[in-house]
């Protein structure tokens, strides 16, 4: 049996809740217990080691200390990790962005070996910025699909992905056809989804790639396998919502052409939703889908200011999610910081204890899998990292300053980079520590990467 037990501060948030600030957990002196990769306690440690057998494990050094925040694994709900090489493009909105960078670098992943590469370069540089798990579009090539699973399950990470379903106003190489994503995405369900760690996402780009006939499709896929998740784009940007009113003129707004077609239901997550009408944010709660604000890439785009407060008062799951490579940083503590600055400028305001549960329960929660992940409760797999609040010299003069854990979070969150993220754990084992010098491989195509600090 294997039994780990770590010792430090601890903070979650151990429930689902609309007031992250008066419902968390924290021990200033705390015990983690893992057993098997799952999670067997969390209390008090004074508590813990006045039992004398867990005395003799303190004495024996049984136990593994920790000086810094151990918190649970950050979820980013919206990823694009072919798109990880192409962050920081320059100069142009959404739809020019797509043509003139996305779709060039998606071409390179009918390649397997290619996207193997890219696909472990992008999961263990999530790991060094803190996130365990993610809800990741993949391209349109099943080899895609398939290189990022087989590279999440050596890690034994919790993962979701899917297929890009494309049928239309994309090059020909990236074009799929209503009845071959069906088949295609029928076949990686069937292989992935639920296999170990590994999840399946219906992934419909955004409707104006997909044809009807493609999205009467998803919507099948999506009714014969109804634990799957559905992932897509929704009201990022004015062009986009424009292009949708001329190609479905006989729907009232965008999110009816999901509807019409079955794919707005629990475990729909939609990236942006910055562009809404009231009718689709009630829409929206009723169906039990849930939104992925994702602010650097809103804010790199400019795509539009997110109304967080009108998304809040129809009680519709939220979740902070990067959207990598439009988004500037797979830090969810620095998206984080952006959602700050984006309430700033609409005069209402996010606290620092919100968006760090937008980045664990909540979104875990806004997606179904709260008893998985996203907390520190006994019975949830052992996803956890240590966070280093002394990470840099700015940092740490202004935690001599803080008087509060709010404080403290806040200006963590502010001033953060991959730095502040010391140790991340899969199952109870470590798979990332910063400072070390472990390198990671070489595709076979010529791309070479160095990677430190994983075990």
Same mark, same amino acid.
């Given at each position: 049996?294997?039994?780990?037990?770590?010792?430090?501060?601890?903070?979650?948030?151990?429930?689902?809740? &609309?007031?992250?600030?008066?419902?968390?957990?924290?021990?200033?002196?705390? %015990?983690?217990?893992?057993?098997?990769?799952?999670?067997?306690? +969390?209390?008090?440690?004074?508590?813990?080691?006045? /039992?004398?057998?867990?005395? *003799?494990?303190? &004495? &024996? #050094?049984?136990?593994?200390?920790?000086? #810094?925040?151990?918190?649970?694994?950050?979820?980013?709900?919206?990823?694009?990790?072919?798109?990880?090489?192409?962050?920081?493009?320059?100069?142009?909105?959404?739809?020019?962005?797509?043509?003139?960078?996305?779709?060039?670098?998606?071409?390179?992943?009918?390649?397997?070996?290619?996207?193997?590469?890219?696909?472990?370069? $992008? +999961?263990?540089?999530?790991?060094?910025?803190?996130?365990?798990?993610?809800?990741?579009?993949?391209?349109?090539?099943?080899?895609?699909?398939?290189?990022?699973?087989?590279? =999440?399950?050596?890690?034994?990470?919790?993962?979701?992905?899917?297929?890009?379903?494309?049928?239309?106003?994309?090059? @020909? @190489?990236?074009?799929?056809?209503?009845?071959?994503?069906?088949?295609?995405?029928?076949?990686?369900?069937?292989?992935?989804?639920? &296999?170990?760690?590994?999840?399946?996402?219906?992934?419909?780009?955004?409707?104006?790639?997909?044809?009807?006939?493609?999205?009467?499709?998803?919507?099948?896929?999506?009714?014969?396998?109804?634990?799957?998740? +559905? *992932?897509?784009?929704?009201?990022?940007?004015?062009?986009?919502?424009?292009?949708?009113?001329?190609?479905?003129?006989?729907?009232?707004?965008?999110?009816?052409?999901?509807?019409?077609?079955?794919? %707005?239901?629990?475990?729909?997550?939609?990236?942006?939703?910055?562009?809404?009408?009231?009718?689709?944010?009630?829409?929206?709660?009723?169906?039990?889908?849930?939104?992925?604000?994702?602010?650097?890439?809103?804010?790199?785009?400019?795509?539009?200011?997110?109304?967080?407060?009108?998304?809040? =008062?129809?009680?519709?799951?939220?979740? /902070?999610?990067?959207?990598?490579? =439009?988004?500037?940083?797979?830090?969810?503590?620095?998206?984080?910081?952006?959602?700050?600055?984006?309430?700033?400028?609409?005069?209402?305001? /996010?606290?620092? $204890?919100?968006?760090?549960?937008?980045?664990?329960?909540?979104?875990?929660?806004?997606?179904?899998?709260?008893?998985?992940?996203?907390?520190?409760?006994?019975?949830?797999?052992?996803?956890?990292?240590?966070?280093?609040?002394?990470?840099?010299? +700015?940092?740490?003069?202004?935690?001599?300053?803080?008087?509060?854990? =709010?404080?403290?979070? $806040?200006?963590?969150?502010?001033?953060?980079?991959?730095? %502040?993220?010391?140790?991340?754990?899969?199952?109870?084992?470590?798979?990332?520590?910063?400072?070390?010098?472990?390198?990671?491989?070489?595709?076979?195509?010529?791309?070479?990467?160095?990677?430190?600090?994983?075990?």
């Amino acid at each position: 049996m294997d039994i780990k037990i770590h010792r430090g501060s601890l903070l979650h948030f151990p429930r689902t809740t &609309n007031n992250p600030a008066a419902n968390y957990q924290y021990f200033n002196d705390g %015990v983690l217990v893992t057993k098997n990769g799952v999670i067997s306690h +969390i209390g008090d440690a004074k508590d813990f080691f006045s /039992i004398t057998v867990n005395q *003799q494990l303190l &004495n &024996n #050094g049984g136990v593994v200390l920790h000086k #810094g925040l151990l918190i649970p694994g950050m979820i980013d709900s919206h990823a694009h990790f072919p798109q990880i090489e192409m962050m920081a493009s320059y100069g142009k909105q959404l739809l020019d962005w797509l043509n003139q960078y996305t779709f060039p670098t998606e071409k390179k992943f009918a390649n397997k070996d290619y996207a193997t590469a890219q696909a472990e370069f $992008f +999961i263990r540089q999530l790991f060094a910025h803190g996130t365990t798990t993610a809800s990741v579009f993949a391209t349109v090539h099943p080899e895609s699909v398939n290189a990022f699973f087989e590279v =999440a399950q050596s890690h034994g990470a919790r993962m979701i992905c899917g297929k890009v379903l494309m049928d239309r106003f994309c090059p @020909e @190489e990236l074009r799929d056809t209503a009845l071959s994503g069906y088949f295609q995405s029928k076949e990686l369900i069937e292989r992935w989804h639920n &296999n170990g760690r590994n999840m399946y996402a219906i992934t419909p780009r955004f409707a104006p790639t997909s044809s009807e006939h493609q999205l009467e499709m998803a919507g099948k896929l999506a009714k014969e396998h109804p634990d799957t998740f +559905i *992932q897509t784009h929704l009201s990022e940007n004015v062009g986009e919502v424009a292009w949708i009113k001329e190609l479905f003129p006989e729907h009232q707004d965008y999110l009816e052409v999901y509807e019409a077609n079955g794919l %707005v239901r629990e475990r729909a997550l939609f990236g942006h939703a910055i562009h809404l009408s009231k009718r689709e944010y009630q829409s929206l709660a009723a169906n039990g889908a849930s939104i992925s604000f994702c602010p650097s890439s809103n804010l790199f785009l400019g795509s539009g200011l997110f109304d967080i407060d009108s998304v809040k =008062a129809h009680n519709i799951g939220l979740s /902070i999610a990067s959207d990598v490579g =439009a988004g500037t940083s797979l830090s969810l503590f620095s998206n984080q910081a952006d959602a700050y600055k984006i309430c700033q400028l609409q005069s209402t305001t /996010i606290d620092p $204890f919100e968006s760090l549960y937008l980045c664990t329960q909540g979104a875990a929660s806004s997606m179904g899998i709260e008893h998985l992940v996203g907390n520190l409760n006994p019975g949830t797999e052992a996803d956890f990292i240590e966070l280093d609040f002394m990470a840099s010299p +700015i940092m740490a003069q202004r935690m001599l300053r803080c008087t509060s854990l =709010a404080e403290q979070l $806040f200006a963590m969150t502010t001033l953060s980079d991959d730095r %502040v993220v010391e140790r991340t754990y899969l199952n109870g084992n470590l798979v990332y520590k910063k400072g070390t010098n472990v390198c990671g491989h070489s595709s076979t195509n010529g791309l070479p990467y160095s990677l430190n600090g994983f075990m």
